[in-house]
């Protein structure tokens, strides 16, 4: 997610003057619907026959059609994601792009595939990773193409057909998305409906699509309820559930590397990503000058009285009797630092990424997911409390944790008290999924079911083959 965002802004500049806001579904030239359906039945039905089709081509196959769905991610990465921003209205235009881009580019696809084998005195026994067949996949409102872009590029990598309930809020770029890949495949190697899509998802395409006997795993990603809804539908889920990543700032680390890094992770596309700095607890020692640090790095520091008008406008209350709890409001949710600033009564810069300010450990911007570019900073007796904290406030989710530290005992402590699926040390959060860190990437990092950061193995099951007593080939 490196981005020349100067460079990205002119391109899109250029491209809204030339053809004005990006269209919505565009007709096909083919006449079919390529993917989108508006019934349950059909569209399993449609992606069942497209897993049956697949499973009679080579992998070759396999690779034109993801090498498509790269090409469209990356190539058309402005177009659709000017969509995204203009349907979804949360985020940042330039991170829209990229994120589009980063997936095409990124997602782990064939070459992620492998068999193991075992040979000895018996003979030889192969295990291979076959499809499960038709998968049905929950898509997020924050990522709504990025993630069907992911997710159909791993699961077709495995040889499976996918079944979208996209959010409703990102639903017409997850069906224009769908169309333009379904249709590039079928021009190219005559199947079609690969990736299935719902055009108009409710609660009830979801069960349909939970309980439905030719969909074969289910891959939710998304907040608490949708991940306990997939756990209860009697299926095997792959569940990449809520996060409310803590970062620790102990008296060792990297002042100013660090301010660079929780500004970068945490104002990414306005603090929508699930791995996102979302709260950070600083040993009070170096407090102050981590505060100094973050204003030398850019960002805007609130004071308390500014931090409670923004508070009473950013967080409300929802759930009835023992589930009332606070949560973060649509309103403000995933806008703009300046507009955020404007809610709390102070004007910035239009350019402004991130904001911030000192809280208690108790205030609700600490405990909730708030998914918008404002940060709260806790002063922590020392790095004990820190750790305690951020365990205690990334609440058993086993999503994301963060130190900057320069201390291999601080980073042992932290990584063990929080269990964390992703756990980066001196680096954004988005280094935990490969860019600017090692590894891999995918939006669906499933910590609740513990497969972690999606791959195509993910979505397979293992089939043994055993030929006795004979290929072992390596004598007595
Ligand atoms: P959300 O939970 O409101 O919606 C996610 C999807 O689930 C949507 O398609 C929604 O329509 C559907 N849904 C919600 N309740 C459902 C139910 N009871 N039955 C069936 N479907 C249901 O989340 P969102 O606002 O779209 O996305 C943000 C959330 O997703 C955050 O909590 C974020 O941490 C999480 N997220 C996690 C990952 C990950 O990889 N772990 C990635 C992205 C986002």
């Known amino acids: 997610m490196q981005v020349n965002e100067t460079i990205i802004r002119d391109v899109v500049a250029q491209v809204l003057a030339e053809v004005g806001p990006a269209p919505m579904v565009a007709p096909s030239s083919t006449g079919r619907s390529h993917g989108v359906f508006t019934d349950v039945d ?37 177009e659709l994601g000017t969509m995204e921003m203009n349907e979804t209205k ?38 291979e990773h076959a499809p499960f067949g038709v998968i049905g996949a929950i898509t997020p409102v924050t990522h709504s193409l990025p993630t069907i872009t992911g997710n159909a590029v791993s699961m077709i990598a495995a040889g499976n057909a996918v079944v979208v309930n996209p959010h409703p809020s990102g639903k017409l770029v997850a069906a224009e998305g769908v169309r333009r890949f379904n249709e590039a495949i079928y021009n190219d190697i005559g199947i079609d409906n690969l990736i299935s899509l719902l055009a108009e998802p409710t609660l009830e395409t ?46 060792t680390a990297d002042l100013d590397r660090a301010a660079r890094c929780i500004i970068q992770g945490g ?42 008008q923004l508070t009473s406008q950013a967080i ?63 002063r922590c007796r020392d790095v004990d409390q820190a750790i305690e904290w951020a365990r205690e ?41 490969g860019l600017g860190g090692e590894g891999y990437l995918s939006f669906s990092i499933a910590g609740p079911t513990g497969e972690g950061v999606t791959t195509p193995l993910t979505f397979t099951r293992e089939r043994r083959c055993s030929l006795i007593d004979d290929l072992c080939i390596l004598g007595r």
Do not use: W
Request: glycine share 8%; with cysteine.
């Open 393 to 433: 406030y990334e609440h058993g989710f086993r999503h994301t944790s963060i130190i900057h530290s320069n201390n291999v005992q601080n980073m042992t402590r932290m990584g063990r008290a929080l269990d964390t699926t992703i756990f980066v040390k001196n680096g954004p959060c988005m280094a935990g999924l």
């Open 42 to 78: 059909e569209a399993v039905a449609a992606a069942r026959e497209a897993f049956q089709q697949l499973c009679e081509r080579p992998r070759e196959d396999r690779e034109k059609i993801i090498a498509h769905v790269r090409r469209i991610s990356i190539d058309q990465s402005v």
């Open 316 to 378: 409300v209350q929802v759930g009835e009797g023992d589930d009332r709890h606070d949560a973060a409001g649509k309103e403000l949710l995933g806008q703009d630092a300046s507009r955020l600033a404007e809610a709390a009564g102070v004007n910035v810069p239009n350019e402004t990424q991130l904001l911030f300010g000192e809280t208690p450990h108790t205030h609700p911007f600490v405990s909730v997911e708030q998914m918008m570019p404002f940060i709260p900073f806790v």
């Open 206 to 251: 979801a069960q349909g699509i939970f309980s439905h006997r030719d969909v074969a795993l289910i891959c939710v990603t998304g907040g608490p309820a949708v991940g306990r809804a997939a756990l209860r539908s009697g299926k095997r889920a792959v569940v990449a559930g809520p996060g409310n990543p803590p970062v620790v700032v102990d008296e």
């Open 90 to 127: 949360i985020g940042r235009l330039e991170h829209k792009i990229d994120k589009l881009k980063t997936l095409g580019e990124k997602t782990p696809g064939i070459e992620f595939m492998r068999s193991e084998v075992f040979s000895g005195d018996h003979g030889l026994a192969v295990i």
């Open 267 to 308: 104002a990414y596309d306005n603090n929508l990503l699930c791995i996102a700095e979302k709260e950070v607890f600083v040993v009070a020692s170096v407090f102050d000058q981590m505060m100094d640090a973050m204003q030398r790095a850019g960002a805007v520091q609130l004071n308390d009285q500014q931090i409670q």
